[in-house]
Structure formats: structure tokens, C-alpha cells
């Protein structure tokens, strides 16, 4: 048995290029370096219908406008989407996707689950992924409740709501071979943290094989050696078997842990051109508050101006030739 993955976050800033790592958009390759370029073909988009021909955050602005129904303004930092990974653990899903019947099967009960969690109409993407090492799933979503209201917080759930889906999704998953990791353990965020707790099994695994010594073992020795014997061939069986799931489980947090890496670099990136955008308009703003209070330019806020002015003088002349044409015409008809 592997594990299934069910990885969910809000979309706070960066939705463009979200897209383009789904999208694998020309030209934005730093979003998807760890795809293989012989592999793109093999990516499939699925079931969003209309909002699979746009960029991510126009249909997510597109889904909003045509459902929503609260009468507050939208706040320019609200959580607009929903970002959702569905995968499992490598082998067991490289097992899923060698066959095209059980392939199907498990896209087709994942686009079920999405759709009776968040409602089909709010699925602005849903596409396989086949051209990085585990075949996963991104599916994308607009938090509105069935009221109309935009809310991430309630569409996601706190702790407890969260812990329910992840139960029910792993319930979905059992199947193909994949099933819920430890409630409430950390190993999603912290490896080592679940292999602490890993070991912590195993050793009680041994300690509680060990029969007690009785006075009749003291008498007779060879069956308590006997008990002793069996007791640690179990033993051994499920520290095997707990080093099996350690492995399965390391799978699963390197295809987790290099999503979130992705996402990271994703916004950074988005960052630095924000900070750029910023810095632009300030110089803009301060070069023209230096004209309207007649202050010194320097030379580069010199040579901002004059193009600024240049092109102010340009688009006047063009409507001063419009008008002239336009009264010339107005003249002759009354002739």
C-alpha cells in the first residue's frame, strides 16, 4: 500500500504563475523546470470546460464575477482560489497509471471527489500532469460558498474539517492501492518528526513481544526461549514492514516538498516584479511632483519628462488634425 496525497492551499498572490506551471506556458519555463520537455504532450487538461482556454486568474476572476453574490466589495487581498495537489506515493501510482483502465478510474474518482467537495462549477482547472517523475493532479478553485459568498475559510474548514476530507478522500483512494496517513502527524511539514515517531513504533514493537519471565520459565528454560523466539520473528516482520512505509512515505514528501519548492520560487519571482512595478511609479510620481513645485530634475527624471511631454504634445496634435478633418467634413455637408 502506498499513501494518498491530498495537498491544499490558498492562492494569496501569484495566481499568473500558478497557471503557467499548469499551463506549462511558452516562455515561463522557470515555473516547471523540473518537467521533462519530451513529455508535455502527455499533460491532459480535464473537465473545466471554458475557463480551460483562459489564464488562470482571468478565470478565476471570470468565475467570480458570473456567481458572485455578496453586496461587499471584494477586498483586493482576498483569497480568490484554491490550490489542490492529488497524487500518491511514487510506485504506487506509476503502478495506477501502467494500466489505462485503472489510469481513468482514478482520474475519474478524483474529478468526482473535487467536484462534491467544492461544486463542479467552482473547478476553474483540473490537469494531470505526466511529464515529472509521479503522475499528480492540480485542480484549482474559487472558495464561493453555495450562497454565493467568496470565503476560502469556510469552503476550506479549520482543523477538524480539513482532517474529515482528508479522511474521506483517502476512503476514495483505497481502491488503487493507497491509503490515509497517520492522523495527525506532522510529516506532511516535517520529516523528521514522523521518523522519530517511526522509530518510536518499532521499538515499542519489539518491547512488546518480549514475554514476561514466569517461575515456570525459570524451571524450564527452553520454552521460554521458545515464546522469546517467536516473539522476536514478529518483531523483526514489523519492523519490516515499518521501514517499508518509512520508504513509501519519502516518496510521498519529496513529490509534496518539490511543489512546495516550486511555489516558493514562483512567488518570489512575482515579488521582485511587484517591487520593481512599485519602484517605477514612485519615480514617476516624485519627478512629477518636482514639475508642479518647480524643483530641480535629475538627469534622469529629466529625460522621463521630456518623452512624457513629447508624447502628450504627439497625441495632441493627432486629436487638433481629427478635429480639423472632422469640422472640414461638417462644412461640407452643409455646403
Not at 94 to 109: D, M, P, Q
Not at 224 to 252: C, F, P, V
Not at 254 to 281: H, M, R, T, Y
Request: net charge positive; glycine share 6%; aromatic share 6%.
Amino acid at each position: 500500500m502506498g499513501f494518498a496525497v491530498f495537498h491544499i492551499e490558498k492562492i494569496t498572490t501569484g495566481a499568473s504563475s500558478l497557471g503557467a506551471h499548469i499551463d506549462r506556458s511558452p516562455g515561463q519555463e522557470y515555473t516547471y523546470k523540473n518537467a521533462d520537455p519530451e513529455k508535455l504532450q502527455e499533460n491532459v487538461h480535464l473537465t473545466c470546460g471554458k475557463f480551460n482556454t483562459m489564464k488562470l486568474n482571468e478565470a478565476i476572476d471570470l468565475r467570480i464575477k458570473t456567481a458572485y453574490t455578496g453586496t461587499k466589495a471584494i477586498r483586493k487581498d482576498a483569497v480568490k482560489g484554491m490550490s489542490i495537489v492529488l497524487t500518491g506515493s511514487h510506485d504506487q501510482m506509476k503502478n495506477i497509471f501502467s494500466n489505462e483502465n485503472s489510469r481513468n478510474a482514478w482520474l475519474n474518482e478524483n474529478i468526482k471527489f473535487i467536484k462534491e467537495e467544492f461544486g463542479g462549477e467552482n473547478v476553474v482547472r483540473f490537469t494531470l500532469h505526466m511529464d515529472e517523475k509521479t503522475p499528480h493532479v492540480h485542480a484549482v478553485v474559487v472558495p464561493l460558498t453555495k450562497d454565493g459568498r467568496l470565503s476560502a475559510k469556510e469552503v476550506m474548514g479549520d482543523k477538524t474539517a480539513m482532517s474529515e476530507r482528508q479522511t474521506r478522500y483517502a476512503d476514495k483512494m483505497k481502491p488503487f492501492g493507497l491509503e490515509r496517513g497517520i492522523i495527525g502527524s506532522k510529516a506532511v511539514h516535517n520529516s523528521e518528526g514522523w521518523y522519530l515517531g517511526q522509530q518510536k513504533k518499532e521499538q515499542e514493537a519489539v518491547l512488546s513481544q518480549i514475554p514476561p519471565l514466569t517461575f515456570l520459565d525459570r524451571i524450564s528454560p527452553t520454552n521460554y526461549i521458545n515464546k522469546l523466539t517467536e516473539g522476536l520473528k514478529l518483531a523483526a516482520k514489523q519492523k519490516k514492514d515499518a521501514e517499508m512505509i518509512a520508504h513509501s512515505r519519502t516518496e510521498n514528501l519529496k513529490v509534496v516538498n518539490g511543489l512546495i519548492e516550486i511555489n516558493k520560487k514562483v512567488a518570489e519571482k512575482d515579488l521582485q516584479k511587484v517591487k520593481g512595478d512599485l519602484a517605477l511609479s514612485e519615480f514617476r510620481f516624485k519627478t512629477m511632483a518636482k514639475v508642479v513645485f518647480n524643483k530641480a530634475l535629475s538627469p534622469e527624471e529629466e529625460s522621463y519628462f521630456s518623452a512624457l511631454k513629447e508624447g502628450l504634445e504627439k497625441v495632441s496634435q493627432e486629436n487638433q488634425i481629427r478635429n480639423d478633418l472632422s469640422s472640414n467634413q461638417n462644412q461640407g455637408f452643409k455646403r
